[in-house]
Every structure is written in structure tokens, then in C-alpha cells.
């Protein structure tokens, strides 16, 4: 896929450690820690390290090495409160929030934070939270219908007097919500990202979304689903959604360290949980109408980071992760979700060696598709 590099400096995120167990279902030693303040001091530290956006994770109950839990809006509020200019994004499972008490909340935090809330819609793959709360657990690609019709409310909520909705979900009468979310030059709302791999998803995405976040994706996995997103945008007549990859960043000074810690984290893996996971996410995505439901090509090494963080790559020498970076943007990922194995450590060594050579090359090769190195393809 050939396509003009786009002025905007590639963005990154980093997911929020709200959750115990670290972004690695291993054994191996991960310096974090899910408590408030490790992450305020954490969220302080990315955003003088060059992270624009923080995602907050949702989770309800343990389950696969995630013993305790932060839940996710409180949470990102407090992270808003602590920072000046980091953008931080709630995750929200419908069926468990109603649109309109989120848009509530959501306007809420936004008028505190001076327009840096967000939300990112997750449609939910464990089953178990959602019957232990006696909610009912519907098939894949009805809940993905259900969280477009969410997004759809919660959109006509912040920006119209009088929101109307008549879907199968959601019924939205004449609701006026005051004070709305603040409406800046970066955007009329707080941003509304998603996640999701399906057909189901990406359709979606097209429709509604501003933000589309895939999971670990190689180089054509990642045009894949940004050839299919924006062929549902175009479709729809609108704006294709920005483009989200997940990856989990190992950075060393030599790329044999970088590989050792890969090596280490998958050897000591939590084979229970990495199986229990699997197990779980791979029924919610073969119930999908054509069984291209996310993680359904998963490896059990893919697993133990469980959005597929190894898979994009982002793994060596500051130059070859800089080079790999930049040639994704080239595809068209405006944004990064990192996760890291050693926090504090590791996001000060990502602001400091990684983020000033991926602003060198992007000002060096503004037009064109770096080849990556063969080693990390």
C-alpha cells in the first residue's frame, strides 16, 4: 500500500497500569506496579517524555493474572487532575455503562481536564464479567451493534440539544445534555477510539469511530485492516478513522538484549493463564460471522502479551525500532499503544533514545516508505 505521508508527527500512547500482572502474562521480574501513585508519577514522566495519549485498561473481576483492578474512568480522572497536557482514554464496555451516564461523565472530566478526556469503546471478550454481574453475554457481532449504536448516542449526546436514538439498544429521548464537552480546534468531542480485528469491527470503525486500534499487527496485517477501514469510511461517506497499533516496546542497547528479554518473558510464561486467556478470547472471536475474530491466529508466544505486542516488531536498538516505527507511519499508523516490561525505566529510555530518531527520520524522509530492516520484518 503506497500512500502520501500524512504532516502530523506519528503519536504515542501508552497502556495505563491500572491492572496488576503487568502488560505480560510471564513469571519474569516487571517493575510496575497498578496503585495510583506509581501511575501518577508514571503518567507525569510520559508526558515530559514526548506520550500524548494514556489508555486506561477495564477490567472488572480477576481473571488470567490480573488479580487486582483500578476501574478505568475514576482512574483516568485522577490521572487527568495529576498531568497538563497528556490525553488520557477510558476504557467502557457496553452493556455495562448506559451511553448517557458515560456522556455525563465524560462532558464532566473533560471541563476538568481543559478537553484531554477520551473514551475507547471495548465491546468485550470475557464472558465472565459480564455473567457474574448478571448481564446477559451476546454473540460477537451483536455486540458489536450494540456498541455502534453506544457511540452513536453517546456522539448525539455531546453535541446536539436535543438527542433522539431509536436503535435495539439504546433509546434516547429528547436528551439535552449541559454543560457539553468542551469544543476545541483539535476536535468538536473527546476523541472515541475502538478496538476489535473482525469484519464486524473494522465495518464499524468506518462508521462511526475516530480512532481504530488494532491489536500487534506485522507490516501486512497493518495494511490489511487500514485498506478495510477506510473502504468502510469511504463507503459511509466519511472521514476514514485515525489508525491505532498495539505493540509492546523492548528496547536495548544491543539487539541481542532486546532478544534475550523476548526469549526470557516467553520462556518464563504463565502457561495456565496464557492457555485460560486463550481459551476465553478465542471463543469470543470464533463467533464471529466469518471467524475473523481478534486473536483467532494467535500463537500461544503471542498470547503472553495479550494484545499481540510482539508481533509489530518494536523490538532491538533504539535505530531499529526508530526505523520500524517510521515505516509504519509510512502505511498509515498514526498512533502506537506501547507497553513496557519495566515502566519508569523504560518510557524515560523510550523519550530519551527511541522518540528523538523516529522525529529525525520523519523530518529526514518526509515523502518517502523506508524498506525495513530484514532482521525485524
Request: proline share 5%; charged share 25%; hydrophobic share 40%.
Amino acid at each position: 500500500m503506497s500512500q502520501a505521508h500524512a504532516p502530523d508527527p506519528v503519536r504515542f500512547a501508552y497502556w495505563v497500569p491500572n491492572v496488576s500482572g503487568g502488560l505480560v502474562t510471564s513469571k519474569i521480574e516487571q517493575r510496575t506496579d497498578w496503585t495510583y501513585d506509581y501511575n501518577r508519577r508514571l503518567a507525569v514522566l510520559a508526558e515530559n517524555s514526548g506520550f500524548d495519549y494514556a489508555l486506561s485498561q477495564v477490567r472488572y473481576m480477576a481473571s488470567y493474572g490480573a488479580e487486582y483492578q483500578h476501574e478505568s474512568t475514576s482512574f483516568s480522572l485522577a490521572l487527568l487532575l495529576a498531568t497538563e497536557r497528556l490525553k488520557v482514554i477510558a476504557a467502557v464496555h457496553p452493556g455495562l455503562w448506559h451511553p448517557g451516564v458515560l456522556a455525563k461523565l465524560g462532558a464532566t472530566a473533560d471541563h476538568l481536564s481543559g478537553g484531554r478526556f477520551a473514551v475507547n469503546v471495548v465491546s468485550g471478550w470475557f464472558k465472565g464479567e459480564f455473567t457474574a454481574l448478571g448481564e446477559p453475554w451476546l454473540e460477537h457481532d451483536e455486540r458489536y451493534r450494540r456498541s455502534e449504536e453506544f457511540i452513536r448516542a453517546l456522539r448525539a449526546i455531546w453535541t446536539e440539544d436535543h438527542a433522539e436514538l431509536a436503535g435495539d439498544f439504546y433509546r434516547i429521548r429528547d436528551f439535552s445534555l449541559k454543560p457539553k464537552p468542551l469544543n476545541t480546534p483539535d476536535r468538536p468531542h473527546p476523541e472515541i477510539f475502538q478496538g476489535g480485528n473482525s469484519t464486524a469491527a473494522r465495518a464499524m470503525a468506518g462508521r462511526v469511530s475516530d480512532w481504530y486500534f488494532s491489536n500487534g499487527k506485522d507490516f501486512a496485517g497493518a495494511t490489511e485492516q487500514i485498506q478495510d477501514v477506510r473502504s468502510s469510511a469511504a463507503a459511509a461517506g466519511r472521514t476514514a478513522p485515525r489508525f491505532g497499533l498495539n505493540g509492546f516496546l523492548i528496547a536495548r542497547d544491543t539487539e541481542a538484549e532486546a532478544r534475550d528479554t523476548l526469549r526470557e518473558i516467553i520462556a518464563k510464561a504463565d502457561t495456565e493463564a496464557v492457555h485460560g486467556f486463550g481459551a476465553a478470547v478465542k471463543q469470543a472471536g470464533q463467533s464471529t460471522a466469518d471467524g475473523r475474530g481478534m486473536w483467532q491466529d494467535s500463537s500461544f508466544e503471542d498470547l503472553v502479551q495479550y494484545n499481540d505486542g510482539f508481533r509489530t516488531g518494536l523490538i532491538g536498538t533504539p535505530e531499529q525500532i526508530a526505523e520500524r516505527i517510521v515505516a509504519y507511519k509510512h502505511l498509515g499508523v498514526d498512533l502506537f499503544l506501547l507497553g513496557f516490561l519495566h515502566y519508569l525505566e523504560e518510557v524515560e529510555y523510550f523519550g530519551q533514545r527511541v522518540l528523538p530518531l523516529v522525529r529525525e527520520l520523519e523530518a529526514q524522509q518526509p515523502d518517502a516508505e523506508p524498506e525495513p530492516a530484514a532482521s525485524l520484518a
